[in-house]
């Protein structure tokens, strides 16, 4: 009679447990430190100019960080793709928006700061809902198989452009010590960030 362990089923709930609690923590108090410091070197580049801060278009990049920093533990990869679909038409009338009024700004330097401000918030937010989804990390294996064949391939057809015809064995050997011994680490760490 074959008894089934219970160990894999208790070690697919802990990690489970694990990754809704400790990981989505985790991940929410590191975007938001990140958040805080645009936010930081936001005050110190209206802190040049005294006329900066009371322009009403840096209220905008003040509500836009708020926002994220007050919304960051609510978004998740399923918001933003029903966020992406649901609204493309009012996202792009949004953005819109607040781009004309980043551009109300008094100086171009202020312009361009301010709107690499708000495109870096944006990035944080997406990354920090892609960290926190559980079908991004089922995945990210696959990709970084499908990456490293990908890589080996293109290498192999470059390594093999204009060489004789009995080369291709060797040219394979030495191929995948030069490229796939460095690769072996990069794999085996890859779901951890």
């Known amino acids: 009679m ?21 990981w989505q923590s985790y991940v929410i108090e590191g975007t938001r430190a990140r958040l805080e410091g645009l936010k930081e070197v936001w005050r110190e580049t209206l ?11 840096t209220r905008t990049v003040d509500r836009l960080l ?6 960051l533990p609510r978004f998740s990869l399923h918001f933003l793709f029903a966020a992406l679909i649901l609204t493309a038409g009012k996202r792009g009338a949004v953005r819109l928006l607040v781009y004309e ?7 171009t330097r202020l ?18 809902a892609a ?7 089922t995945l990210s294996p696959l990709f970084v198989a499908a990456f490293v064949v990908w890589s080996f391939k293109w290498q192999l057809k470059n ?3 204009g060489a004789p015809p ?3 064995q060797l040219a394979r050997v030495r191929l995948r010590r030069k490229v796939l011994a460095p690769l072996i680490p990069i794999v085996i760490s890859a779901p951890t960030t």
Do not use: H, M, N
């Open 2 to 22: 074959i008894t089934e362990s219970p160990g894999l089923p208790l070690l697919g709930l802990v990690l489970l447990l694990w990754f809704y609690t400790v």
């Open 47 to 57: 802190s040049l100019d005294a006329s900066w801060r009371y322009c009403p278009a």
């Open 66 to 71: 708020d926002a994220s920093l007050a919304g």
């Open 101 to 107: 009024d980043l551009l109300r700004l008094p100086s």
């Open 111 to 128: 312009q361009t700061e301010a709107i690499g401000i708000v495109e870096t918030a944006t990035r944080y937010v997406a990354l920090a």
């Open 131 to 137: 960290k926190r989804s559980l079908l991004v990390w």
């Open 159 to 161: 390594a093999l452009e």
């Open 166 to 168: 009995g080369a291709t």
